[in-house]
């Protein structure tokens, strides 16, 4: 699922950050409830990252950050994203897209980080093809 920021013309994953007593999985669930008004039923966790993942650009957004990326698969009807669960969305609007094209399409800054979780959760995403790993 790739998301537009509202207002805008940029893509992304939505995200969010892990507040003070949360673990990551609790900080996804929130994130998956403010975001997109999604509820931890409507939707099977495939994986995780390993490890923390971090932005090495300086000067941007991500200096500092470090991320841990879930893969989940919608098991709920897509009817039931909604912008509007809290008072401030982030985004209004969203697609399905290949596997890849995010790499095409993010701001540059955050292209490598990206570029590192999706080649770790690729094995959980995508199905292997007559026995053999990609």
């Known amino acids: 699922m790739w998301a537009k920021r509202i207002g805008q013309q940029s893509w992304q994953f939505p995200q969010g950050g892990i507040d003070a ?22 939707v099977r966790v495939m994986g995780a990252t390993q490890r923390w993942l971090r932005c090495r650009r300086t000067g941007r957004t991500c200096i500092g950050q470090k991320q841990r990326w879930f893969a989940l698969e919608l098991v709920a009807d897509e ?3 909604r912008f509007d669960a809290v008072g401030h969305p982030e985004f209004d609007g969203w697609r399905w897209v290949d596997y890849w094209h995010p790499l095409s399409e993010v701001v540059a800054f955050k292209r490598d980080v990206y570029r590192s979780a999706l080649r770790e959760l690729a094995p959980l ?8 790993a990609r």
């Open 125 to 132: 995403v995508i199905p292997r093809r007559f026995g053999s």
């Open 79 to 81: 009817s039931l994203v």
């Open 21 to 42: 007593g949360e673990s990551a999985e609790q900080a996804m669930y929130r994130e998956l409830h403010e975001e997109l008004g999604l509820q931890p039923e409507h």
